[in-house]
């Protein structure tokens, strides 16, 4: 694993998404050995499972720049391997190892819900869970999913957008219902996204329910005419309808229970009408207290994510607790986990990415947040003492060796690189833009790193 010959620092790296690569890039430049631990067997993250599966040309564009980060010999890659309390390795092992800081990039592993009766039934599912299904990440690519014909998505950002691009353009649903428990004006997805089911959006419809909730916008200022103008700003580039589904919008509707249809499925989901109340320069939702049932047999949360609690850091509001009065921010933002029953950072470990800031923008965004990281993580390490090229070596070795103990194939570049080739030979086979192995077995097998029976 010798990268260099020089003195230098070793710093572990959680998560290849975004942030983590990028960070790994700006550590990497500045002399530092960095070990990229990542949980799936490809890098890449969200830029690889979470952005549409069918934007081939922006998917390989990434890919291509991870390839160019990675091929640095300063950063070494381990796939496959889970990091947390009941991990392969804790991140205080990766502290008893040698690692002198520690850089979590992890993203939002988990789902946020609203804690609504009938969230247990058949026909409930979370975005995030959906999104990795179709961009075929293991295990989420091996679940079975019960589309039914007319579909609720609660939230209305990007997110809510690509699950209704799935059910409009792929499954050819009935109805795709997007609902909101604020109003036309506070819509958070962008008007790219929307071109994507602009033409099936049920315009009459909109009108309606604009006209429905005209006077609550009124009372707080806002202008409904903009508003309509935004969401339909798309269809100047929309993409041809390729099904009959109808998409359209409940807005000033809160979720209060999911419906059981008596066999444990969805049987509708009913809501709460609202108002819009001013607060700090914006709006919140209050209840008015009248319900209604919207008729659907499928409920998915668009709502969000939050950190994985497992992975060992306090959590609070769904987000890593960072320190309020960072040592080594960046435009004010901190980056350094900390330890509020101790009052105190905990030394040597940053976050960064969704992992510092739970869903929070896109591929650009984490880039930037990642190498914002790495930039606190140098600054920590200008207090460190810089290990000779013998130290260095001898403590990537015992990391490899330990993750070679744990019994899990773990893999590395040169594996990584040779499913790649696999898998870009199979897409030329079968004469298609791109072709993904659905299991982790396959991959492994596909590497030649098959696991015994």
Same mark, same amino acid.
């Given at each position: 694993m010798n990268s260099g010959t020089e003195a230098g620092n070793l710093v572990a790296v959680v998560g290849a998404g975004p942030a983590g690569i990028y960070a790994s890039k700006q550590l990497a430049d500045a #002399?530092?050995?960095?070990? +990229?631990? $990542?949980?799936?067997?490809?890098?890449?993250? +969200?830029?690889?499972? #979470?952005?549409?599966? /069918?934007?081939?040309?922006?998917?390989?564009?990434?890919?291509? &720049?991870?390839? %160019?980060?990675? @091929? $640095?010999?300063?950063?070494h890659y381990f796939g496959n391997v889970t990091i947390g309390a009941e991990g392969t390795l804790s991140l205080q092992d990766l502290r008893d190892l040698g690692c002198q800081a520690i850089l979590v990039t992890v993203g939002a592993q988990g789902t946020k819900w609203l804690g609504l009766a009938g969230? /247990?039934?058949?026909?409930?599912?979370h975005a995030k869970d959906i999104v990795?299904?179709? $961009? &075929? +990440?293991?295990?989420?690519?091996?679940?079975?999913?019960?589309? #039914?014909?007319?579909?609720?998505?609660?939230?209305?950002?990007n997110v809510m957008v690509d699950v209704a691009h799935w059910l409009v353009r792929d499954l050819g649903i009935d109805e795709v219902i997007a609902v909101a428990r604020r109003g036309p004006t506070e819509v958070k997805f962008t008007k790219k996204e929307m071109e994507s089911v602009v033409a099936n959006l049920d315009v009459a419809a909109l009108d309606a329910e604009i006209a429905r909730v005209t006077p609550l916008m009124l009372d707080v200022?806002?202008?409904?005419? %903009?508003?309509?103008?935004?969401?339909?700003?798309?269809?100047?580039? =929309?993409?041809? @309808?390729?099904? /009959?589904?109808?998409?359209?919008?409940e807005f000033l509707s809160s979720p209060t229970a999911i419906i059981d249809d008596g066999h444990g499925r969805v049987g509708g989901l009913e809501v709460e009408d609202t108002k819009l109340v001013p607060r700090n320069n914006d709006t919140s939702a209050r209840g008015l207290g009248t319900h209604r049932v919207l008729d659907v047999d499928t409920v998915v949360f668009c709502i969000g994510d939050r950190v994985d609690e497992d992975l060992g850091l306090p959590v609070e509001w769904n987000e890593f607790v960072k320190n309020p009065a960072p040592r080594y921010s960046t435009d004010g933002v901190s980056y350094e986990a900390y330890d509020p029953v101790a009052s105190a950072p905990i030394d040597g470990v940053f976050v960064a990415g969704w992992a510092r800031k739970a869903s929070d923008g896109l591929v650009g965004v984490a880039r930037k947040d =990642?190498? &914002?990281g790495a930039d606190a993580v140098l600054r920590y390490l200008e207090t460190a003492p810089k290990l000779d090229p013998d130290t260095l070596q001898q403590r990537e070795q015992q990391l490899a060796q330990r993750l070679a103990q744990s019994g899990e194939p773990v893999v590395r570049k @040169? /594996?990584? %690189?040779? +499913?790649?080739?696999?898998? !870009?030979?199979?897409?030329?086979? !079968?004469g298609l833009e791109e072709f993904k192995f659905g299991s982790n077995e396959e991959m492994l097998a596909a590497m030649g790193m098959a696991q015994p029976a």
């Open positions: #002399g530092v050995r960095v070990v +990229l631990l $990542n949980r799936d067997i490809k890098p890449g993250g +969200l830029a690889e499972y #979470g952005i549409y599966h /069918d934007k081939h040309k922006m998917k390989e564009g990434l890919r291509k &720049q991870f390839r %160019q980060i990675l @091929a $640095n010999p300063a950063i969230e /247990d039934l058949q026909g409930v599912y990795y299904h179709y $961009n &075929q +990440l293991p295990p989420f690519s091996e679940q079975k999913f019960y589309i #039914g014909r007319r579909a609720a998505l609660i939230g209305v950002g200022g806002q202008d409904p005419a %903009q508003a309509r103008d935004f969401i339909l700003s798309a269809q100047a580039k =929309g993409e041809p @309808a390729t099904s /009959d589904t109808v998409f359209r919008f =990642g190498t &914002q @040169a /594996d990584w %690189q040779r +499913l790649e080739d696999v898998e !870009q030979a199979e897409a030329a086979r !079968q």
